[in-house]
């Protein structure tokens, strides 16, 4: 085959909106009356007078998320029950008349003035089912809907993701097509988060839970044919999963909050998560090949709580921390490239360069001088160019035989692991199963100190 062929893409691909998707960092943000209330669902009958976050400072919210590494924020500028963050031209049900800022707050603005000032990238979730809308589920709801959609993607700037909520819209029949052609035509660079319903339309998938766990093997393609199960189980596993040569482009993000709650209760304030929990949630996101969202619920004053705030930037740090020595640059590396220009080599540099196999299998081999102990691996694959992989295998050598740590199906844009202690001299990726000649992007072998970063139960030898 021809090095054409081996490098036109394969299968379905990101979109420029996708690709860059992949590479963020997303914080979600839930403050709506539920603050005040003490719930989690509002039913639309709360009074607006309720909503007084009297200290409340997005610029804090950005600072922290800043300092702690996240690139985009999304805040519910309106949660199932329909009140709004901003003084919508189009409902009493709002900010205006609350005695935040004596009706004169917009909360949406000033999330979105700190996103600019710290150089975060905005979202917006407008939850669709909407408690307080009399005629929610209706078109006179969906042209209601529609007019807050553009209120809100032509009056505050660039809008990077649009989150649409399913929960609560099972019998809905919105005019979703019309919706999106709003977000495409104001925000063309904005990714559209959506259910179930609108799959052949979204930019991304649910993971298919709230736990912020994507399947060990996580495709970023999709037939969505499989959502269209009865069964919520069955549909669930296939957000989770995806399929391997799916039709849509369509990667899962792994939505989860710090705490039990979306919103804030001040008796969760001994249940955030943990550095170490989050590291943990790395690795079951990020590192099984889909995109993050981790929310943080601001206080009824509305500020992040200084737990909250600690326990990512800690974060942050170990993760930092585990990845910044690849002991893979200390070796002897080999692979059957197909020319001297896609050399194993590239995969340890930080160039735009990569890996191209001679064939549909690869064997990339970690030669070192002297032992090394390692307990993680991280890999990506040349993500433009396709899901390739289908079937692969981590390897090091012990007794003069290579033996398996990690096997599995999917790579993807980011598939990282850890594991027990292994000391070696020589550690392989061995691809044994894949649609078209693998390209890989990044390899990394580590070794980091996790006694002090993992949460997770570590008995078992392999994962
Ligand atoms: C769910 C909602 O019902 C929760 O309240 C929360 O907003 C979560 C992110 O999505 O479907």
Aim: proline share 5%; aromatic share 12%.
């Amino acid at each position: 085959m021809n090095i054409e062929n081996i490098l036109a893409p394969y299968g379905a691909v990101p979109t420029k909106i996708q690709y860059e998707w992949l590479n963020r960092k997303t914080a979600f943000i839930h403050i709506t009356v539920n603050t005040f209330t003490g719930k989690e669902w509002g039913d639309g009958s709360e009074s607006p007078s309720i909503f007084n976050p009297e200290k409340l400072d997005a610029r804090q919210w950005i600072s922290s998320l800043k300092e702690a590494g996240f690139t985009t924020a999304i805040l519910t500028a309106k949660h199932h029950d329909g009140f709004c963050l901003w003084p919508s031209k189009y409902t009493e049900h709002s900010i205006k008349n609350s005695p935040y800022k004596n009706g004169k707050g917009d909360i949406v603005r000033e999330f979105t003035d700190a996103t600019k000032e710290f150089g975060l990238q905005a979202g917006i979730y407008l939850s669709p089912w909407d408690r307080n809308h009399p005629q929610w589920a209706t078109p006179v709801y969906d042209e209601y809907y529609m007019n807050q959609l553009t209120e809100l993607l032509t009056e505050y700037g660039e809008i990077y993701e649009i989150w649409w909520d399913g929960a609560g819209s099972d019998k809905a029949n919105y005019k979703w097509e019309e919706w999106v052609k709003i977000v495409r035509k104001y925000q063309p660079k904005c990714a559209i988060f959506g259910p179930t319903q609108t799959a052949h339309l979204n930019d991304i998938r649910w993971v298919g839970n709230e736990r912020g766990k994507a399947a060990d093997d996580c495709f970023a393609t999709l037939d969505i044919e499989v959502l269209k199960s009865e069964d919520r189980s069955e549909m669930a596993k296939g957000l989770n999963a995806g399929t391997p040569n799916g039709k849509r482009f369509i990667p899962a993000e792994a939505d989860v909050s710090i705490r039990p709650g979306w919103f804030y209760h001040p008796e969760q304030d001994e249940m955030v998560k943990t550095p170490e929990d989050l590291v943990d949630y790395w690795f079951t996101s990020v590192g099984k090949n889909s995109g993050m969202l981790l929310n943080i619920p601001p206080t009824p004053e509305g500020l992040f709580h200084e737990i909250d705030c600690k326990n990512l930037l800690t974060w942050d740090e170990y993760i930092k921390d585990i990845f910044k020595t690849n002991l893979a640059e200390n070796s002897e590396i080999s692979g059957n490239s197909i020319s001297g220009e896609y050399t194993a080599k590239n995969l340890l540099t930080n160039e735009d360069t990569y890996f191209i196999a001679d064939d549909k299998a690869a064997e990339i081999t970690f030669n070192f001088k002297a032992p090394i102990t390692f307990n993680c691996f991280k890999m990506g694959e040349e993500i433009k160019l396709g899901q390739r992989v289908r079937e692969f295998a981590v390897e090091y050598l012990e007794n003069g035989e290579f033996k398996p740590i990690i096997t599995g199906q999917s790579i993807g844009f980011c598939r990282a692991e850890y594991f027990n202690d292994i000391i070696t001299t020589a550690v392989r990726l061995k691809i044994t199963k894949a649609e078209m000649n693998p390209i890989l992007k990044q390899l990394k072998v580590i070794g980091f100190l996790k006694l002090k970063v993992i949460s997770a139960d570590l008995s078992s030898d392999t994962k």
